[in-house]
């Protein structure tokens, strides 16, 4: 209720202002800005400027989530490699055995 008094009390004294410009210098209307800084219609370009900064904050931020998903990803591809390698090392161990054991099989027969 205060709130739009202030904003009533606000209104008039812009109304007033601008009689008395008006009244005084007409020529003080000929540009959009002065108008809008006149009746606070920098409020919109102001949110608007603030909307483009926090859209452009929260796609640094969705890259920055992404960039850690795919190094947590990368570390992961990096630990199964080496589970194979050493899997592939074990295999390459058995069949050098086995080679081995059936050479050994060979000679004695």
């Known amino acids: 209720m205060l709130s739009r008094q202030k904003r009533s009390n606000n209104d008039q004294r812009v109304r007033l202002s601008l009689e008395i410009h008006v009244r005084i210098s007409p020529d003080l ?16 370009e102001e949110a608007l400027k603030r909307l483009d900064k926090l859209t452009h904050d929260e796609a640094l931020m969705t890259t920055a989530q992404v960039l850690k998903v795919a190094h947590n990803v990368d570390d992961k591809v990096t630990g199964i490699d080496d ?20 050479s050994l099989l060979l000679r004695l027969s």
Do not use: M, P, W
Not at 29 to 44: A, N
Not at 90 to 99: C, D, P, S, T
């Open 29 to 44: 209307f000929h540009t959009e800005k002065y108008l809008k800084k006149v009746l606070g219609r920098t409020d919109i």
């Open 83 to 102: 589970k194979v390698t050493g899997v592939d090392n074990k295999v390459n161990a058995v069949i050098e055995g086995l080679q081995s054991e059936f």
